[in-house]
């Protein structure tokens, strides 16, 4: 078993690191900069696309499409610790090489499911990071930690589809270049639970299509935002359905199963931040006499979440690994485990971190507070822990007899 990463993983690194010291990080004062100049929460500042220029100058793209043609060619376990990267700066590094969410899924069902002709309007456009996109599957008035209570409908009437539901956190759709929903919803209401949803592409300029509000997330708004959609008998042409008939399910599946990993590579590295933050504010700051480092709480905080990284860690790299040899459906119960683990200790150690900063950890001056709520925030959205854990006990009992019960030890 060799812990190392490989000569090709390390130059990758390298290169990712370079970036970021060069570009991404100097790059934060000016993003914060511009969007408060803005005063537009979906503002497209001018700093992103340059630095979307040059991450594609430097080769620095599409780096989690396993395509050789579209995509940097890195399997699943050797794009881990460059998610882990650009999670330190989330707002923009993903952004900047073209590996954010919701597009990086959509792209990879479009990538497997669609249609040459899909490919080439809306594939293309993303792979180059012309556009952005939406996934649109949640609804506000179901629980929707199970897919099968879908209620929006996709009726046939003739040569298109007709389109007729309300669905929210839609992410992405508030933002401006946002061009395509994916949408999914009930087409055969008779079907069994997991055949009744297809998903279809729907041009956010489609007539029925309206943006009712933008509910804000721990007050925060997403440049992107987490709109609520309300689709008013809209029509699309049955080209625009995605895979077949009946399918939706399955490709939820497929593309949730690789976002979540994304989401927790991401949230290592954010929990590194968060880490290095509350290390260096430790040994600078003294109270009573020391530094809080001396503190023995402090160091009590910072072990455990040195250990709790760690081991989160190995989890994503594991489940990467296996995502690579039996694909997302051979991996789910690792996939499962590790959206539980991961999103819960990046809050652990944001939460310790602003608990370091004292009040200053609570402001905008500092990422901490934005951490904590993407922490947070990441504990619900891809599905919320509880059915995720709930798949990991499903799949341990599995492995047990029926009825099975062990022999008492036997006393003399």
Same mark, same amino acid.
């Given at each position: 078993?060799?812990?190392?990463?490989?000569?090709?993983?390390?130059?990758?690194?390298?290169?990712?690191?370079?970036?970021?010291?060069?570009?991404?990080?100097?790059?934060?004062?000016?993003?914060?900069?511009?969007?408060?100049?803005?005063?537009? /929460?979906?503002?497209?500042? /001018?700093?992103?696309?340059?630095?979307?220029?040059?991450?594609?100058?430097?080769?620095?793209?599409?780096?989690?499409?396993?395509?050789?043609?579209?995509?940097?060619?890195?399997?699943?376990?050797?794009?881990?610790?460059?998610?882990? %990267?650009?999670?330190?700066?989330?707002?923009?590094?993903?952004?900047?090489?073209?590996?954010?969410?919701?597009?990086?899924?959509?792209?990879?069902?479009?990538?497997?499911?669609?249609?040459?002709?899909?490919?080439?309007?809306?594939?293309? /456009?993303?792979? *180059?990071?012309?556009?952005?996109?939406?996934?649109?599957?949640?609804?506000?008035?179901?629980?929707?930690?199970?897919?099968?209570?879908?209620?929006?409908?996709?009726?046939?009437?003739?040569?298109?589809?007709?389109?007729?539901?309300?669905?929210?956190?839609?992410?992405?759709?508030?933002?401006?270049?946002?061009?395509?929903?994916?949408?999914?919803?009930?087409?055969?209401?008779?079907?069994?639970?997991?055949?009744?949803?297809?998903?279809?592409?729907?041009?956010?300029?489609?007539?029925?299509?309206?943006?009712?509000?933008?509910?804000?997330?721990?007050?925060?708004?997403?440049?992107?935002?987490?709109?609520?959609?309300?689709?008013?008998?809209?029509?699309? @042409?049955?080209?625009?359905?995605?895979?077949?008939?009946?399918?939706?399910?399955?490709?939820?599946?497929?593309?949730?199963?690789?976002?979540?990993?994304?989401?927790?590579?991401?949230?290592?590295?954010?929990?590194?931040?968060?880490?290095?933050?509350?290390?260096?504010?430790?040994?600078?700051?003294?109270?009573?006499?020391?530094?809080?480092?001396?503190?023995?709480?402090?160091? $009590?905080?910072?072990?455990?979440?040195?250990?709790? %990284?760690?081991?989160?860690?190995?989890?994503?790299?594991?489940?990467?690994?296996?995502?690579?040899?039996?694909?997302?459906?051979?991996?789910?119960?690792?996939?499962?485990?590790?959206?539980?683990?991961?999103?819960?200790?990046?809050?652990?150690?944001?939460?310790?971190?602003?608990?370091?900063?004292?009040?200053?950890?609570?402001? $905008?001056?500092?990422?901490?507070?934005?951490?904590?709520?993407?922490?947070?925030?990441?504990?619900?959205?891809?599905? @919320?822990?509880?059915?995720?854990?709930?798949?990991?006990?499903?799949?341990?009992?599995?492995?047990?007899?029926?009825?099975?019960?062990?022999?008492?030890?036997?006393? *003399?």
């Amino acid at each position: 078993m060799d812990f190392a990463y490989s000569p090709k993983v390390e130059e990758w690194r390298s290169r990712l690191l370079q970036f970021m010291d060069e570009f991404v990080y100097p790059a934060e004062p000016v993003y914060r900069r511009q969007m408060e100049e803005a005063g537009d /929460p979906h503002f497209v500042p /001018p700093i992103i696309e340059e630095l979307k220029r040059e991450a594609r100058a430097r080769g620095l793209w599409n780096l989690f499409l396993p395509d050789d043609e579209h995509g940097a060619g890195l399997s699943v376990l050797e794009y881990a610790p460059l998610a882990e %990267i650009t999670g330190r700066v989330p707002w923009i590094a993903p952004e900047a090489i073209n590996c954010s969410a919701p597009d990086t899924g959509n792209m990879e069902i479009l990538h497997m499911f669609g249609t040459p002709e899909q490919k080439e309007r809306w594939l293309m /456009p993303l792979l *180059d990071g012309e556009i952005r996109s939406c996934f649109s599957m949640t609804e506000p008035d179901v629980a929707s930690s199970d897919a099968r209570n879908i209620r929006t409908r996709i009726e046939r009437d003739g040569d298109e589809y007709v389109i007729t539901g309300r669905k929210w956190f839609s992410s992405g759709a508030a933002d401006p270049r946002c061009k395509v929903a994916i949408v999914m919803g009930v087409t055969d209401p008779d079907a069994d639970p997991y055949h009744r949803q297809s998903m279809v592409l729907v041009p956010l300029d489609t007539p029925g299509v309206t943006i009712e509000r933008e509910p804000t997330v721990f007050g925060y708004h997403d440049r992107g935002g987490h709109p609520v959609i309300h689709y008013d008998h809209v029509r699309v @042409p049955v080209s625009n359905l995605l895979g077949e008939p009946g399918s939706g399910f399955a490709i939820a599946q497929a593309r949730l199963g690789p976002g979540r990993i994304h989401h927790c590579m991401r949230s290592i590295g954010a929990a590194e931040r968060c880490f290095d933050l509350m290390a260096s504010r430790a040994k600078a700051r003294v109270a009573f006499g020391k530094t809080l480092a001396e503190q023995g709480v402090i160091q $009590d905080w910072l072990a455990e979440a040195r250990m709790m %990284i760690e081991q989160a860690r190995l989890l994503v790299l594991k489940t990467a690994w296996m995502i690579d040899r039996v694909g997302p459906k051979g991996a789910r119960v690792e996939v499962a485990a590790i959206k539980v683990v991961a999103p819960r200790v990046l809050a652990w150690v944001a939460d310790r971190a602003m608990q370091v900063f004292g009040g200053a950890g609570f402001t $905008d001056d500092f990422p901490l507070a934005a951490f904590y709520s993407m922490g947070r925030w990441l504990q619900v959205a891809d599905g @919320p822990n509880e059915v995720h854990k709930r798949s990991v006990a499903r799949a341990e009992l599995q492995r047990y007899e029926p009825g099975y019960v062990p022999e008492p030890y036997p006393y *003399d």
